[in-house]
């Protein structure tokens, strides 16, 4: 059974500083990864999707990467900034039909 | 384009009172599927469809239908409602099975007394 895992739960830092959020997989069998931002009692904001046979995807100040072989994903935040606080979930696709989600980092990013 | 749009956003229901979560896209998105979010349990998926008329079963299917007679709409239907629903549900759309972005709605926040 695929199981995700985030590290840190989470995370406080100043602004401006760079940071990573990681995520890591049991299966190394997936087809893609993607990383999502929720903010308090809102939905799924979608960041980036990494398809299997990519290593990184960039966009703005987030970039993320993928090593399937290790079963780890990062998602680097450049720059960071107050609007950036908020829970971000990295999920695998598990076969065709299910998204199989990690517990979330929650960040906090202080002015 | 609105999306994904779900309603209503917030409900409270007594046990044993059934409802309807609707949700509906507007991306002409083939596959449609639903989640519950809980504390400490991550989401989890409920059920899918793959396109019109064609639904599956996800991790926790029992106490909910689903039918998909439109490609925008999938409605959740909960029979029965236990205390243990108690959640917030998620739609979600993708463009095909493979390769394709998930997009999620703003989530219907339900509460069984």
């Known amino acids: 059974k695929q199981e995700v895992t985030q590290i840190p739960a989470a995370l406080s830092v100043p602004e401006g500083e760079n940071l990573v959020l990681n995520c890591s997989f049991t299966?190394?069998?997936?087809?893609?990864l993607q990383w999502f931002r929720q903010d308090p009692g809102k939905g799924l904001t979608s960041l980036l999707l990494?398809?299997?046979?990519?290593r990184e995807q960039t966009s703005g100040r987030l970039n993320a990467s993928l090593d399937k072989s290790s079963g780890r994903s990062t998602l680097y935040i450049a720059a960071s900034q107050p609007g950036d606080s908020a829970t971000y979930l990295c999920?695998?696709?598990?076969?065709?039909?299910?998204?199989?989600f990690g517990q979330g980092t929650r960040l906090t990013i202080n002015p | 384009n609105a999306g994904v749009t779900q309603t209503p956003k917030f409900q409270v229901l007594k046990t044993g009172q059934s409802m309807t979560l609707q949700c509906a896209q507007d991306?002409?998105?083939?596959?449609m599927s639903w989640y519950r979010q809980d504390p400490g349990m991550g989401l989890r998926l409920i059920h899918y469809?793959?396109?019109?008329?064609?639904?599956d079963q996800g991790e926790v299917p029992n106490g909910y239908n689903v039918s998909r007679s439109t490609t925008e709409d999938f409605p959740l239907r909960l029979l029965s409602a236990a205390p243990s629903q108690t959640s917030v549900y998620f739609c979600?759309?993708?463009?095909?099975?493979?390769?394709?972005?998930?997009?999620f709605g703003q989530g219907t926040r339900l509460t069984v007394v």
């Open positions: 999920a695998v696709f598990q076969g065709a039909q299910k998204l199989v």
């Open positions: 299966d190394s069998a997936i087809y893609n």
């Open positions: 991306m002409n998105h083939e596959y």
């Open positions: 979600a759309t993708r463009r095909g099975i493979l390769n394709t972005e998930a997009f």
């Open positions: 469809s793959v396109g019109a008329g064609i639904t």
């Open positions: 990494i398809q299997s046979s990519q």
